[in-house]
Protein backbone atom coordinates (compact mmCIF):
# COMPACT_ATOMS: atom_id res chain seq x y z
CA UNK A 1 0.00 0.00 0.00
CA UNK A 2 1.17 3.69 -1.02
CA UNK A 3 1.64 5.97 1.70
CA UNK A 4 1.72 9.77 0.30
CA UNK A 5 3.39 12.42 1.90
CA UNK A 6 0.28 13.84 2.12
CA UNK A 7 -3.95 12.93 1.54
CA UNK A 8 -6.61 15.49 1.65
CA UNK A 9 -9.15 11.97 1.58
CA UNK A 10 -10.05 11.62 4.96
CA UNK A 11 -10.51 14.98 5.87
CA UNK A 12 -12.51 16.16 2.25
CA UNK A 13 -14.66 13.07 2.96
CA UNK A 14 -15.50 14.47 6.27
CA UNK A 15 -16.38 18.14 4.98
CA UNK A 16 -17.95 17.48 1.63
CA UNK A 17 -21.61 17.94 2.09
CA UNK A 18 -20.70 21.58 3.89
CA UNK A 19 -17.97 22.36 1.42
CA UNK A 20 -20.51 22.17 -1.64
CA UNK A 21 -23.25 24.46 0.86
CA UNK A 22 -20.79 26.71 1.15
CA UNK A 23 -20.34 26.94 -2.19
CA UNK A 24 -23.66 27.18 -3.19
CA UNK A 25 -24.25 29.94 -0.23
CA UNK A 26 -21.89 31.93 -2.04
CA UNK A 27 -23.05 31.62 -5.58
CA UNK A 28 -25.97 32.28 -4.91
CA UNK A 29 -25.92 35.71 -2.84
CA UNK A 30 -23.88 36.19 -6.08
CA UNK A 31 -21.40 38.39 -4.26
CA UNK A 32 -17.60 37.26 -4.60
CA UNK A 33 -15.41 39.60 -3.21
CA UNK A 34 -15.67 41.54 0.32
CA UNK A 35 -18.61 40.38 1.50
CA UNK A 36 -20.39 38.46 4.15
CA UNK A 37 -18.80 35.54 4.41
CA UNK A 38 -14.91 37.28 5.16
CA UNK A 39 -16.67 39.69 7.67
CA UNK A 40 -17.72 36.35 9.97
CA UNK A 41 -14.28 34.16 9.11
CA UNK A 42 -12.41 36.82 9.86
CA UNK A 43 -14.41 37.50 13.03
CA UNK A 44 -14.34 33.42 14.25
CA UNK A 45 -10.70 32.90 13.57
CA UNK A 46 -9.88 36.39 15.43
CA UNK A 47 -11.99 34.33 18.58
CA UNK A 48 -9.70 31.12 17.65
CA UNK A 49 -7.06 33.24 17.91
CA UNK A 50 -7.87 35.13 20.82
CA UNK A 51 -6.90 38.44 19.20
CA UNK A 52 -9.46 41.38 18.54
CA UNK A 53 -8.92 40.91 15.12
CA UNK A 54 -8.30 39.13 12.08
CA UNK A 55 -8.16 40.42 8.67
CA UNK A 56 -8.28 37.96 5.42
CA UNK A 57 -5.43 38.05 2.74
CA UNK A 58 -4.81 36.81 -0.11
CA UNK A 59 -1.88 34.47 1.08
CA UNK A 60 0.62 33.97 3.61
CA UNK A 61 3.44 35.84 1.55
CA UNK A 62 1.07 38.73 0.98
CA UNK A 63 0.36 38.82 4.50
CA UNK A 64 3.60 38.91 6.08
CA UNK A 65 4.14 41.53 3.28
CA UNK A 66 0.68 43.82 5.05
CA UNK A 67 2.06 43.33 8.24
CA UNK A 68 5.54 44.95 7.90
CA UNK A 69 3.97 47.81 5.45
CA UNK A 70 1.57 48.28 8.36
CA UNK A 71 4.23 48.83 11.24
CA UNK A 72 6.19 51.07 8.58
CA UNK A 73 9.30 48.56 8.17
CA UNK A 74 10.84 49.73 4.95
CA UNK A 75 13.82 50.74 2.77
CA UNK A 76 17.09 50.63 5.17
CA UNK A 77 15.85 49.19 8.18
CA UNK A 78 16.98 45.36 8.70
CA UNK A 79 14.77 42.64 10.33
CA UNK A 80 15.79 40.00 12.50
CA UNK A 81 14.19 36.44 10.80
CA UNK A 82 15.56 32.58 11.32
CA UNK A 83 18.13 30.91 9.07
CA UNK A 84 15.99 28.13 9.36
CA UNK A 85 12.78 28.87 7.55
CA UNK A 86 10.46 28.91 4.29
CA UNK A 87 11.55 31.88 2.15
CA UNK A 88 8.72 33.41 2.49
CA UNK A 89 9.48 35.38 5.87
CA UNK A 90 12.45 36.84 4.01
CA UNK A 91 10.70 37.63 0.97
CA UNK A 92 8.70 39.65 2.92
CA UNK A 93 11.22 41.76 4.04
CA UNK A 94 12.83 42.20 0.85
CA UNK A 95 9.68 43.01 -0.73
CA UNK A 96 9.60 46.62 1.85
CA UNK A 97 13.66 47.18 0.98
CA UNK A 98 14.21 45.96 4.34
CA UNK A 99 17.79 43.13 4.55
CA UNK A 100 17.03 40.27 6.02
CA UNK A 101 19.32 39.65 9.00
CA UNK A 102 19.99 35.81 9.77
CA UNK A 103 19.88 34.32 13.45
CA UNK A 104 20.31 30.61 13.69
CA UNK A 105 18.02 27.88 15.19
CA UNK A 106 18.30 26.24 18.71
CA UNK A 107 19.25 22.80 17.57
CA UNK A 108 16.83 20.92 19.85
CA UNK A 109 13.56 22.81 18.69
CA UNK A 110 14.77 23.99 15.35
CA UNK A 111 13.37 27.81 16.44
CA UNK A 112 15.05 31.01 16.24
CA UNK A 113 17.89 30.51 19.01
CA UNK A 114 16.82 33.03 21.40
CA UNK A 115 20.13 33.30 22.68
CA UNK A 116 21.35 34.53 19.73
CA UNK A 117 18.82 37.47 18.94
CA UNK A 118 21.15 40.12 20.72
CA UNK A 119 23.90 39.84 19.31
CA UNK A 120 21.87 40.50 15.28
CA UNK A 121 20.87 44.00 16.55
CA UNK A 122 22.46 47.19 14.68
CA UNK A 123 21.13 50.52 14.99
CA UNK A 124 19.31 49.55 11.68
CA UNK A 125 16.67 46.94 13.34
CA UNK A 126 13.46 47.89 13.82
CA UNK A 127 11.65 43.89 13.99
CA UNK A 128 11.92 40.27 15.27
CA UNK A 129 10.04 37.53 12.86
CA UNK A 130 10.20 34.48 14.81
CA UNK A 131 8.50 31.15 12.89
CA UNK A 132 6.76 28.73 14.42
CA UNK A 133 8.24 26.09 12.83
CA UNK A 134 7.11 22.81 12.03
CA UNK A 135 3.83 23.98 14.60
CA UNK A 136 6.16 24.31 17.74
CA UNK A 137 5.61 27.25 19.53
CA UNK A 138 9.07 29.42 19.57
CA UNK A 139 9.89 31.49 23.06
CA UNK A 140 7.88 33.92 22.92
CA UNK A 141 8.60 35.29 26.38
CA UNK A 142 12.33 35.37 25.61
CA UNK A 143 11.56 37.30 22.03
CA UNK A 144 8.97 40.16 24.02
CA UNK A 145 11.66 41.08 26.65
CA UNK A 146 14.31 41.17 23.77
CA UNK A 147 11.95 43.19 21.38
CA UNK A 148 11.36 45.42 24.36
CA UNK A 149 14.58 46.38 25.65
CA UNK A 150 15.82 47.44 21.97
CA UNK A 151 12.14 48.54 20.96
CA UNK A 152 11.62 46.42 17.85
CA UNK A 153 8.30 45.14 16.72
CA UNK A 154 7.76 41.44 16.84
CA UNK A 155 5.91 40.16 13.44
CA UNK A 156 5.07 36.53 13.79
CA UNK A 157 5.25 34.31 10.98
CA UNK A 158 2.60 31.42 12.34
CA UNK A 159 1.80 30.11 8.85
CA UNK A 160 2.72 26.39 10.18
CA UNK A 161 1.33 26.73 14.02
CA UNK A 162 -2.53 27.10 13.95
CA UNK A 163 -3.48 26.92 17.42
CA UNK A 164 -0.10 26.04 19.47
CA UNK A 165 0.76 27.63 22.11
CA UNK A 166 3.88 28.80 24.36
CA UNK A 167 3.13 29.00 28.23
CA UNK A 168 -0.57 28.62 27.68
CA UNK A 169 -0.63 31.52 24.66
CA UNK A 170 -1.58 31.02 21.68
CA UNK A 171 0.47 32.02 18.57
CA UNK A 172 -0.28 34.33 16.05
CA UNK A 173 -1.51 36.62 19.65
CA UNK A 174 1.84 37.78 20.95
CA UNK A 175 3.29 39.96 18.46
CA UNK A 176 2.14 43.24 17.69
CA UNK A 177 0.85 42.14 14.29
CA UNK A 178 1.70 38.54 13.03
CA UNK A 179 0.71 36.45 9.74
CA UNK A 180 -0.76 33.57 8.72
CA UNK A 181 -1.55 31.12 5.54
CA UNK A 182 -3.83 29.11 4.87
CA UNK A 183 -2.36 27.15 1.83
CA UNK A 184 -3.80 24.03 1.50
CA UNK A 185 -1.29 22.15 3.17
CA UNK A 186 -1.14 23.89 6.12
CA UNK A 187 -2.84 22.57 9.41
CA UNK A 188 -5.67 25.26 8.84
CA UNK A 189 -5.97 25.05 4.91
CA UNK A 190 -8.38 27.03 2.35
CA UNK A 191 -9.01 25.16 -1.74
CA UNK A 192 -6.65 27.35 -3.44
CA UNK A 193 -4.44 30.25 -1.75
CA UNK A 194 -5.83 32.13 1.52
CA UNK A 195 -4.05 34.16 4.71
CA UNK A 196 -4.50 36.55 7.20
CA UNK A 197 -2.79 38.70 9.50
CA UNK A 198 -3.60 38.92 13.47
CA UNK A 199 -3.46 41.68 15.78
CA UNK A 200 -4.85 43.29 18.92
CA UNK A 201 -3.93 47.09 18.11
CA UNK A 202 -6.95 48.76 16.72
CA UNK A 203 -4.71 50.89 14.27
CA UNK A 204 -2.74 48.48 12.78
CA UNK A 205 -5.67 46.67 12.02
CA UNK A 206 -7.11 49.30 10.07
CA UNK A 207 -3.87 50.02 8.04
CA UNK A 208 -4.02 46.11 7.17
CA UNK A 209 -7.44 46.03 5.65
CA UNK A 210 -6.75 49.39 4.15
CA UNK A 211 -3.84 48.07 2.35
CA UNK A 212 -4.99 44.78 1.36
CA UNK A 213 -7.91 46.55 -0.94
CA UNK A 214 -6.31 49.29 -2.63
CA UNK A 215 -5.22 51.59 0.80
CA UNK A 216 -9.37 52.24 0.93
CA UNK A 217 -11.42 51.97 2.99
CA UNK A 218 -14.15 53.57 1.14
CA UNK A 219 -14.41 52.79 -2.36
CA UNK A 220 -12.71 55.27 -4.66
CA UNK A 221 -11.31 57.50 -2.15
CA UNK A 222 -7.55 55.95 -1.68
CA UNK A 223 -5.20 56.66 1.62
CA UNK A 224 -2.74 54.43 0.91
CA UNK A 225 -0.66 53.03 -2.50
CA UNK A 226 -2.55 50.02 -1.46
CA UNK A 227 -2.62 46.20 -3.13
CA UNK A 228 -4.95 44.16 -4.26
CA UNK A 229 -4.30 41.33 -1.55
CA UNK A 230 -7.67 40.46 -0.64
CA UNK A 231 -9.26 37.29 0.71
CA UNK A 232 -12.32 36.18 -1.77
CA UNK A 233 -15.74 35.17 -0.48
CA UNK A 234 -15.59 31.40 -1.48
CA UNK A 235 -12.54 30.72 0.15
CA UNK A 236 -13.63 32.42 3.44
CA UNK A 237 -16.63 30.30 3.01
CA UNK A 238 -14.79 27.18 3.05
CA UNK A 239 -11.85 28.59 5.71
CA UNK A 240 -15.19 28.46 8.17
CA UNK A 241 -15.98 25.29 7.30
CA UNK A 242 -12.33 23.57 8.36
CA UNK A 243 -12.03 26.29 11.30
CA UNK A 244 -14.44 23.89 12.59
CA UNK A 245 -12.74 20.85 12.35
CA UNK A 246 -9.31 22.21 12.90
CA UNK A 247 -9.28 21.58 16.78
CA UNK A 248 -9.99 17.88 16.15
CA UNK A 249 -7.69 17.67 13.26
CA UNK A 250 -4.95 18.74 15.48
CA UNK A 251 -5.33 16.61 18.04
CA UNK A 252 -5.29 13.79 15.06
CA UNK A 253 -1.79 15.44 14.20
CA UNK A 254 -0.58 15.13 18.06
CA UNK A 255 -1.69 11.45 17.99
CA UNK A 256 0.40 10.30 15.24
CA UNK A 257 3.17 12.27 16.18
CA UNK A 258 2.90 10.51 19.34
CA UNK A 259 3.16 7.12 17.51
CA UNK A 260 5.76 8.07 15.59
CA UNK A 261 7.84 9.16 19.18
CA UNK A 262 7.28 5.67 20.23
CA UNK A 263 7.86 3.75 17.45
CA UNK A 264 10.69 5.26 15.85
CA UNK A 265 12.82 6.27 19.31
CA UNK A 266 16.59 4.17 19.53
CA UNK A 267 15.93 3.90 15.62
CA UNK A 268 19.70 4.33 14.31
CA UNK A 269 20.74 8.06 14.57
CA UNK A 270 17.76 9.35 14.06
CA UNK A 271 16.71 12.44 16.23
CA UNK A 272 13.00 12.75 16.72
CA UNK A 273 11.21 16.11 17.08
CA UNK A 274 11.66 17.78 20.73
CA UNK A 275 9.19 20.27 22.05
CA UNK A 276 10.26 23.01 24.37
CA UNK A 277 8.00 22.04 28.14
CA UNK A 278 6.74 25.41 28.08
CA UNK A 279 5.49 24.90 24.22
CA UNK A 280 2.71 22.96 22.43
CA UNK A 281 2.91 21.26 18.96
CA UNK A 282 1.08 21.32 16.33
CA UNK A 283 2.88 19.32 13.88
CA UNK A 284 2.19 20.45 10.34
CA UNK A 285 5.33 18.80 9.77
CA UNK A 286 7.19 15.80 11.97
CA UNK A 287 10.54 16.28 10.77
CA UNK A 288 13.01 13.51 11.43
CA UNK A 289 16.71 14.13 11.42
CA UNK A 290 19.61 11.28 9.95
CA UNK A 291 22.85 11.61 8.23
CA UNK A 292 21.74 9.43 6.17
CA UNK A 293 18.68 11.57 5.24
CA UNK A 294 19.15 11.09 1.58
CA UNK A 295 19.65 7.14 1.84
CA UNK A 296 16.43 6.72 3.66
CA UNK A 297 14.00 9.39 1.24
CA UNK A 298 15.06 7.15 -1.64
CA UNK A 299 14.90 3.74 0.26
CA UNK A 300 10.96 5.05 1.63
CA UNK A 301 10.14 6.42 -2.25
CA UNK A 302 11.16 2.80 -3.33
CA UNK A 303 8.71 1.16 -0.78
CA UNK A 304 6.24 3.58 -1.95
CA UNK A 305 5.65 6.23 1.12
CA UNK A 306 6.46 10.11 0.36
CA UNK A 307 8.26 12.35 2.25
CA UNK A 308 9.57 15.68 1.60
CA UNK A 309 12.36 17.77 3.17
CA UNK A 310 11.65 21.28 4.69
CA UNK A 311 13.92 22.74 3.24
CA UNK A 312 16.71 21.44 1.14
CA UNK A 313 18.43 24.65 0.71
CA UNK A 314 18.69 27.40 3.35
CA UNK A 315 17.72 30.97 2.17
CA UNK A 316 21.19 31.89 2.41
CA UNK A 317 22.12 29.92 0.27
CA UNK A 318 19.09 30.07 -2.33
CA UNK A 319 20.65 32.29 -5.85
CA UNK A 320 17.74 34.69 -5.42
CA UNK A 321 19.30 35.81 -1.89
CA UNK A 322 23.47 35.57 -3.37
CA UNK A 323 23.46 39.74 -3.04
CA UNK A 324 23.09 39.22 0.60
CA UNK A 325 27.22 38.15 0.24
CA UNK A 326 26.67 35.06 2.55
CA UNK A 327 28.17 31.31 1.49
CA UNK A 328 28.36 28.11 2.88
CA UNK A 329 29.31 28.22 6.23
CA UNK A 330 27.62 31.29 6.95
CA UNK A 331 24.87 29.60 8.92
CA UNK A 332 26.15 26.61 10.32
CA UNK A 333 23.01 24.93 12.04
CA UNK A 334 20.56 25.54 9.45
CA UNK A 335 23.00 24.12 6.67
CA UNK A 336 23.36 21.27 8.80
CA UNK A 337 19.65 20.53 8.97
CA UNK A 338 18.79 21.06 6.12
CA UNK A 339 20.83 18.44 5.13
CA UNK A 340 19.93 15.77 7.42
CA UNK A 341 16.00 17.14 7.98
CA UNK A 342 13.18 14.53 6.23
CA UNK A 343 9.44 15.18 7.03
CA UNK A 344 7.14 12.12 7.27
CA UNK A 345 3.72 11.79 6.24
CA UNK A 346 1.05 13.40 8.73
CA UNK A 347 -2.37 14.44 8.13
CA UNK A 348 -5.64 14.17 9.52
CA UNK A 349 -7.04 10.87 9.31
CA UNK A 350 -4.22 9.07 8.79
CA UNK A 351 -4.03 5.33 10.31
CA UNK A 352 -2.66 3.87 12.89
CA UNK A 353 -1.45 1.05 10.37
CA UNK A 354 -0.43 3.54 8.13
CA UNK A 355 1.55 5.06 10.23
CA UNK A 356 2.99 2.06 11.56
CA UNK A 357 4.06 1.01 8.02
CA UNK A 358 5.77 4.09 7.59
CA UNK A 359 8.00 3.59 10.84
CA UNK A 360 8.10 -0.33 10.25
CA UNK A 361 9.75 0.70 6.72
CA UNK A 362 12.34 3.33 8.80
CA UNK A 363 13.24 0.27 11.01
CA UNK A 364 14.23 -2.02 8.19
CA UNK A 365 16.07 0.53 6.12
CA UNK A 366 17.93 1.03 9.83
C1 LIG B 1 3.51 28.55 3.88
C2 LIG B 1 4.39 29.51 4.56
C3 LIG B 1 4.39 30.88 4.23
C4 LIG B 1 3.71 31.45 3.02
O1 LIG B 1 2.39 31.14 2.87
P1 LIG B 1 1.72 31.16 1.40
O2 LIG B 1 0.27 31.15 1.71
O3 LIG B 1 2.20 29.95 0.69
O4 LIG B 1 2.13 32.41 0.72
C5 LIG B 1 5.14 31.74 5.00
N1 LIG B 1 5.89 31.31 6.01
C6 LIG B 1 5.96 30.01 6.35
C7 LIG B 1 6.80 29.59 7.51
C8 LIG B 1 5.22 29.07 5.62
O5 LIG B 1 5.29 27.78 5.96
Known amino acids: ?215 SVKKYHHELIGYNQRLDELQAAFLRVKLNYLQEWTLQRQSIAAQYNELLKDVGDLVLPAVAPEATHVYHLYVIRTAQRDALQTYLQQQGIGTLIHYPIPVHLQEAYQSLGYAKGSFPLAETIASTCLSLPVWPGMSTGEVEQVAQKIRSFF
Open 1 to 215: MNIPFLSFDAVNRQIKTEITRAFETVFDDAWYIMGKQLTAFEQEYAAFNKVQHAIGISNGLDALHIALKAVGVGAGDEVIVPSHTYIATALAVSYVGATPVFVEPDPLTYNIDVTKIEAAISSRTKAIMPVHLYGQACNMEAIEKIAAKHQLTIIEDNAQAHGATWNQKITGSWGHINATSFYPGKNLGALGDAGAVTTNDAALAARASMLRNYG
